[in-house]
């Protein structure tokens, strides 16, 4: 009998603690919390501590009440000039309303996934009434903050209050930077040939006037040195003319002597002439 009520006061006593231990529940500073009773919200608990309640009636579920990142992938969004554009954003969001965000989603998983809709939505659609010309200019700060507008008003019915969103970095698809490439290479390419084609214009142009330049300074040089070639002979014939007068015979002797050069200098010329030619005049003198 009392082995009987030893385990009866065993099994009580397991009960009891099991039933206080599921009782007590400790939210952290970073947390808030809901309590469920039959999968229905029945007290919102937002201060930090050590908390009670039913056991095997109602559990609870956390959420974090920080300042949340969400980091979706980049998106291809079409803007109003038909540009295309790869584009990359993120969104700073809080929980503000668990009891809402719990019926609308649940859990922070669901909760990331329907607000990277959300904001894939709104950049999408404010961009696409906006041309790329006007992401670029001082219109970006509006551009952001009507983005920022829209994904608050739709965050509002998960209860997350959304601080800000941005868009880190918007690109031009792989594509089309590839074919922006090629063109300006083909630019660049046509504008290389034009530049060697006036360039090789300019040197022909260069080159024939230098010619022709050259051509002037030694045709001009030429006629300076026949003019100065012909004062020089004419200058000569008066010093040896007047020479030449002064002593008659030597003038003679001395045009013998180039005679008798010219003919017989080289000895490839033969002459059959008679000893008392002319010719030999001072031959005979000479050897008299």
Do not use: C, H
């Not at 608050?152 to 089309?176: F, T, Y």
């Not at 006037?209 to 030429?222: M, N, P, Q, R, V």
């Amino acid at each position: 009998m009392n082995n009987k009520l030893n385990v009866l006061f065993y099994g009580l006593a397991v009960l009891v603690i099991f039933l206080g231990l599921s009782s007590v529940y400790i939210v952290n500073q970073a947390e808030q919390a809901i309590v469920l009773q039959f999968g229905r919200p029945v007290r919102l608990i937002q201060e930090p501590g050590l908390k009670i309640k039913i056991p095997m009636i109602q559990n609870v579920v956390f959420y974090d009440k920080r300042l949340l990142n969400l980091d979706p992938p980049a998106q291809e969004v079409v803007l109003n000039d038909k540009k295309r554009l790869d584009v990359d954003s993120f969104t700073r969001y809080k929980i503000v309303d668990p009891i809402k965000f719990y019926k609308t989603v649940r859990t922070e998983m669901q909760a990331q996934s329907k607000l990277a809709e959300i904001v894939n939505s709104s950049v999408r659609k404010i961009l696409g009434r906006i041309t790329l010309q006007e992401l670029l200019s001082d219109k970006r700060t509006k551009i952001m903050n009507d983005i920022s507008e829209a994904v608050k008003i739709d965050a509002e019915q998960i209860g997350v209050s959304v601080a800000d969103v941005r868009i880190r970095r918007a690109d031009l698809p792989l594509e089309v930077l590839q074919a922006i490439n090629a063109r300006m290479k083909t630019e660049r390419e046509r504008e290389a040939k034009e530049f060697r084609a006036q360039g090789s214009q300019e040197a022909q142009i260069i080159r024939a006037s230098a010619d022709k330049e050259k051509t002037l300074i030694l045709a001009d040089a030429e006629k300076k040195a026949q003019i100065i070639r012909g004062q020089g002979d004419e200058k000569a014939i008066e010093i040896w003319n007047k020479s030449a007068g002064q002593d008659v015979e030597f003038f003679n002797f001395y045009r013998s002597l180039e005679a008798y050069k010219k003919a017989l200098g080289e000895g490839k010329s033969s002459m059959v002439l008679s000893p008392e030619s002319d010719f030999f005049q001072f031959f005979g003198k000479v050897m008299k």
